[in-house]
């Protein structure tokens, strides 16, 4: 009988853990806020500012409205992070389908 649960509960841990992929990308994050903010999902109003970033050097700033866990912005430098991204498979309805988590500062220079 305890044999079944165990299954059972390695199955679920199974299922789960197949429900989401994760990838590590750069982001630059710029030396200033931005006011040009997408909406975030169905939830509330548009914010009125949130971070300038881009996945490359060569790509064009956009406005980037959802929390990245673990980081502490401070406006007046630039930054080069690592992040890994999260993405559900099937979020729950009130939920964002992808988070974000700091895995390390590569870079933070004072702005010029």
Known sequence: MKSWRVIVILL???LLASCSSSEVRTFFVDNE???NCPQVGNFGP???ICLNVKFSQNDEWFG???EIKGFDYE???NYELL???VTFSYPAPDA???TYQLVRVVKKEAAQ
């Open 75 to 77: 406006p007046g430098y």
């Open 33 to 35: 806020l931005t006011t």
């Open 46 to 48: 548009r914010p009125d």
């Open 64 to 66: 980037f409205s959802d």
């Open 12 to 14: 679920l841990l199974t």
């Open 83 to 85: 992040v890994r991204a």
């Open 96 to 98: 964002f389908g992808t």
